[in-house]
């Protein structure tokens, strides 16, 4: 079982920055891609960005790409989101995720932590 705890969330005036956090804990960091998930209000979950176990590889949603970066530091078991140049359509909760490497959908999700982006 993992547990992920996300963090950083809050208000933001359009073209500020955030940083969400998120702290794994339970089983071996390293094993995990982990990745974060949105969902506005009505809207339905979306995918955002993610990362493989190394590091090595990350993807982006069409949207955020240029803006958003993932990373993570496997000593800490933390994954980052850092998020520049924020829109108001960026407005969401913000859900921390994570599969096994062998495993092609999200096995567990945070809380999550809402990002309010004012125009």
């Known amino acids: 079982q993992v547990q992920l705890v996300e963090s950083g969330g809050g208000l933001v005036q359009a073209g500020g920055s955030l940083r969400l956090s998120c702290v794994a804990s339970?089983?071996?960091?390293?094993?995990?891609?982990m990745g974060w998930v949105r969902q506005a209000p009505g809207k339905e979950r979306e995918f955002v960005a993610s990362?493989?176990?190394?590091?090595?590889?990350?993807y982006y949603q069409d949207s955020v790409k240029g803006r958003f970066t993932i990373s993570r530091d496997n000593v800490k078991n933390t994954v980052y989101l850092q998020m520049n140049s924020l829109k108001p359509e960026d407005t969401a909760v913000y859900y921390c995720?994570?599969?096994?490497?062998?495993?092609?959908?999200?096995?567990?999700w945070g809380q999550g932590t809402q990002v309010t982006v004012s125009s």
């Open positions: 990362i493989n176990w190394s590091g090595g590889n990350t």
């Open positions: 339970g089983r071996t960091f390293s094993m995990y891609s």
């Open positions: 995720v994570a599969r096994p490497r062998e495993q092609l959908t999200w096995a567990y």
